[in-house]
């Protein structure tokens, strides 16, 4: 069966410090993969997806980017972060081998900027 | 462009009554319209999905929903609410050949006892 992890669960970052989340799907190949910020009463947020390894695409100008080095791992950056970069951080992957159409979720990675 | 609007971002309702969360959605192609549900500090949990099958979609837990296109509707529904129903619902729209799931702004479903 096919899993997601997403880490860490939570952290807590002073304002101008980098930022790495990581996310990983396994029991699948080529997954199409999304990283999604959810901030409270504002829904979920589309930042970037990917299709492919090295293919990222931006929805929202802003200080964070994207990677995936590798097919089924996308990580989440910044160099400096804001306090406006607070958030519940959700990774989610959608089609693989066997596309049924909708996404599933990690965990998600709460993050604090103070 | 994709849309989804979720109406009432609070509904409460009585345990045992009647659940109906509102979704409209926007789409110039055959939409696919989901269903998800986040318990505090989780993931999305998907409860149902409609991809152009059947217009009256089952999900997990005992919830439904009907897709009306004249409507542009997917209302969520669910005959009696539980306690552990209370949660978020966010409904999103997708499209076959796009990778993008837009989402709604969610809403908070409390069950009073």
Known sequence: ??????????????????????????G???????????????????????VGIGQISSEVPQNLSASRPQDRQFILSSKKLLLSDSGFYLCAWSG?????????FGEGSRLTVL | AQSVTQLGSHVSVSEGALVLLRCNYSSS???????????????LQLLLKYTSAATLV????????????????????????HMSDAAE???????EGTYKYIFGTGTRLKVLA
């Open chain 1, 96 to 104: 693989g081998r066997v596309n049924t159409g909708e996404l599933f």
């Open chain 2, 29 to 43: 192609v055959p939409p696919y319209l989901f269903w998800y549900v986040q318990y505090p500090n989780q993931g």
């Open chain 2, 89 to 95: 619902y966010f409904c999103a729209v997708s499209s």
């Open chain 1, 28 to 50: 699948t190949s080529n997954p199409n993969l999304y990283w999604y910020r959810q901030a409270a009463g504002r829904g979920l947020q589309l930042l970037f997806y990917s």
């Open chain 2, 58 to 81: 089952k999900g997990i837990n005992g919830f439904e929903a009907e897709f009306k296109k004249s409507e542009t509707s997917f209302h969520l529904t669910k005959p009696s609410a």
């Open chain 1, 1 to 26: 069966s096919q899993t997601i992890h997403q880490w860490p669960a939570t952290l807590v970052q002073p304002v101008g410090s980098p930022l790495s989340l990581e996310c990983t799907v396994e």
